[in-house]
């Protein structure tokens, strides 16, 4: 027979064993992902300096030949790999072609910073929202509240992101006219600690941050009313009830915090739907975000700034999935015994 | 003895079969084809008692309509509104170089190029049908393909096919389909924006299919038929498949909900087909949002086609719910 001891250290070997192969697959997915970088843009056909330095008069040809020289783009494709690994690892993405001389990955970081803020504050929405209202769904489960925010969910996730944008316009900038449709401040205005920055950059927020916002909402009430529905089947809320215990302590105790597992992975694996939906928000409201960039990157053909948008987003959201396996692994028991 | 004849009697029939004409089916077939129905008829029923997958296929059946008899129903309107005639979505009705207001002749106004928007409307139904379902059956296939693969395998070649399968999985589905919207070869063109939403999309449906390969794998009717010396071939074919379908069909419902959202946003951003050749609401609202028709007061030439995206995606998404009840039990009591 075990004793409790034994189980414990069993389990905390297992657990372990666990997290190291999450990590190990998260560094096989960040290699594979650097390796698509790769060849997403050097293998198409075609002459591979024209590919990666499109023609365009602005860039001088003494300019391709040090570009050719510092990605070694006239080596043959291995040695082109090997070269492109080692700037990756030394985060050298190149120079914008529309900023000639300023590093891609700065012009990127510098807008990222803008998407952090708007992500930011609609994602502390949403989930606080999304959750609450699965919650009070699944408990007042078939009841009109349910009815209703499942209705409402269905509506919005329905919904183009992009074009629940434009009618954010069309009602509160154009119609009545509360908000700016545009931009992250007034034009001209920089971010400084200063009462007044700050609200300019809140009146500029509300609108972007409303259609990031109610577009996900759906995602976690559905996703936790879901959960709790599932849970609420189980055998133990029924052993919970019979104990006698009244129905706001079964939800509280017993059913809410196993339903809130799905959700620990929800949230991060969300932060991927994030950055698609604030692609679509930024380009509607003009918010100079990491979405917009990349998307004026494609109109100009931009690849240096498109490769390194591509690279940060996948970094951050490999990133965002380890730290949600690794709180799986330590919440959820299950979890442990598979891996 | 008497076993080897009745298998003997099987092969042959097997043998005969691809030769017979349908009139002429052996026992067999015309048993399953009987419990085939059988199962259709009981599907129907539960689902007629759906009352939201119905209300979605009430939807979707109006927009297939609308896709199929456009022309017609463009002539029909005609004679309502007493038009000169049925509008073709590519016909310059319109001033050139400036968008129109509503008027009696052209009721959501006409575009820039002096396109007919109400008829624009109509007629994009077929892209985003198209878009949706064929980009759905490519990503739906390549995931089911490589889940079965994956599951069924196992070891090595499943370990390969899962990291592959988690790189599609990790990229936010809007970047990568920018970036291969971008970088592959071609100009836009409805293919290409199929093939971008069905490489994006198939890795959500490999980890389904292969869990769902894992949970069979496991059960001991497939052991049995290994036992009796059924090849692989054999079992994924009448085994695994049969079972992974049902979940595979539903899912893909859903799928389509969100291939038209994909089209509708790729062909938002411009990576889509060129308004001049192809109409898609994705980039009936591009040019809007290109003419500033959010501050010229041109509010429903933005409604509209939105409002259209909406509904059937609303549509395709009430009927997967509906026959995601069906097909898992489970779900069903609630």
Redesign the interface.
């Known amino acids: 027979m075990r004793t409790v001891n034994e189980t414990e250290v069993c389990c905390v070997r297992s657990s372990r064993r666990a997290i190291t192969r999450k990590i190990v ?1 998260s560094l ?2 960040l290699f ?2 650097i390796i ?1 970088n790769f060849f ?2 050097r293998v ?3 002459d591979p300096v024209r590919l990666v330095i499109p023609n365009n008069p602005r860039i001088s040809p003494e300019y391709i030949a040090q570009m050719v020289e510092e990605f070694g783009l006239d080596q043959p494709l291995y040695l082109q790999f090997f070269t492109y690994l080692k700037n990756t690892l030394f985060l050298e993405f190149g120079d914008s072609f529309t900023e000639l001389g300023t590093p891609a990955l700065d012009i990127v970081l510098v807008k990222l910073k803008w998407t952090l803020i708007l992500t930011g504050t609609s994602s502390v929405f949403m989930i606080v929202i999304g959750m609450s209202i699965g919650v009070i769904a699944a408990w007042r ?1 078939g009841g009109r509240f349910d009815t209703g925010s499942l209705a409402f969910s ?2 919005f ?7 629940f944008a ?2 954010l ?2 009602m509160f ?2 119609g009545l006219k509360w908000f700016p ?1 545009d931009s992250a401040l007034t034009y001209g205005n920089t971010l400084v600690w200063s009462w007044d920055c700050f609200v300019d950059l809140l009146r500029h927020l509300v609108l972007p941050a409303i259609s990031l916002t109610v577009g996900s909402i759906a995602a976690f009430s559905l996703i936790m009313r879901g959960s709790l ?1 599932d849970v609420m ?1 189980e055998e133990y809320i029924t052993t919970a009830r019979a104990k006698g215990l009244t129905e706001g302590r079964v939800l509280k105790d017993h059913a809410v915090p196993n339903a809130m597992l799905p959700m620990v992975a929800l949230i991060a694996i969300d932060l ?2 994030v ?3 604030a ?2 928000t930024e ?2 409201f003009n918010y100079p975000g990491i979405g917009w960039e ?2 004026e990157a ?2 100009s ?1 931009n690849y240096p700034i ?1 490769q390194a ?2 690279f940060l ?2 970094v951050a ?2 990133f965002a ?1 380890l730290i949600a396996d690794v709180l799986m692994v330590y919440l959820d028991p299950r979890v442990r015994l598979e891996g | 003895m008497s076993m080897m004849t009745v298998a003997a009697a099987g092969s042959q029939d097997a043998k005969q079969e691809p030769k017979m004409r349908p009139m002429a089916l052996s026992e067999p077939t015309r048993e399953k084809m009987r419990l085939m129905r059988k199962k259709i008829r009981q599907t129907w029923r539960i689902f007629k008692g759906n009352r939201t997958g119905m209300l979605g296929l009430i939807i979707l059946a109006s927009f297939l309509i609308l896709a199929v008899f456009a022309p017609q129903i463009m002539t029909i309107l005609s004679w309502i509104g007493g038009w000169s005639h049925g509008y073709d979505p590519f016909e310059v009705l319109g001033p050139e170089g400036q968008a129109t207001p509503p008027s009696s002749e052209h009721w959501l106004g006409t575009d820039r190029r002096g396109f007919d928007i109400l008829a624009r409307t109509i007629y994009g139904t077929r892209v985003s049908l198209e878009v949706g379902l064929v980009a759905t059956v490519v990503s739906m296939g390549l995931g089911s393909f490589v889940g079965l693969m994956s599951g069924f395998w196992g070891g090595w070649r499943d370990e390969v096919l899962m ?2 399968t ?2 599609f999985l ?6 990568l389909m ?8 071609g100009g836009p063109s409805v293919g290409k924006v199929i093939l971008v939403i069905g490489i994006t999309g198939w890795s959500s449906t490999a980890r389904i299919v292969r869990a769902q390969v894992l949970s069979l794998k496991s059960r001991s009717f497939i052991e049995r038929a290994k036992s009796i010396g059924a090849g692989d071939y054999y079992i994924v074919r009448k085994h695994i498949f049969p079972n992974v379908f049902p979940l595979v069909f539903a899912n893909s419902i859903l799928t389509i ?1 969100l291939s038209i ?1 994909s089209e ?2 790729l062909s ?4 889509g087909p060129s308004p001049r050749l192809v109409v898609t609401w994705g980039n009936m ?1 591009e040019d ?2 290109d003419a500033e028709a ?2 010229n ?1 041109l ?1 429903l030439w ?2 509209v086609p ?1 409002l259209c ?3 059937i ?2 549509g395709f ?2 009927l997967g719910y509906a026959l995601d009840e069906i097909f898992n039990p489970k779900l069903r ?2």
């Open positions: 697959n096989i997915t594979l992902v698509l997403l843009f198409m056909p075609g489960r269905l509506f996730y329905a919904m183009p992101t992009f074009w434009m009618m316009i069309v900038s154009t449709p529905v089947t991927a739907f950055v698609g939906g692609f679509q380009v509607v990349t998307v494609t109109y053909k498109l948008a591509f987003i996948a959201v490999i999935n | 990291r592959i988690d790189v990790v990229i936010p589905w809007l970047v920018i970036v291969l919207a971008t970088l592959l070869p909900a959202l509708s946003t938002f951003i411009g990576l609202l809007a949002v959010m501050f007061g509010y933005i409604l939105g995206i909406v509904l995606v609303l998404t009430f009591k609630r």
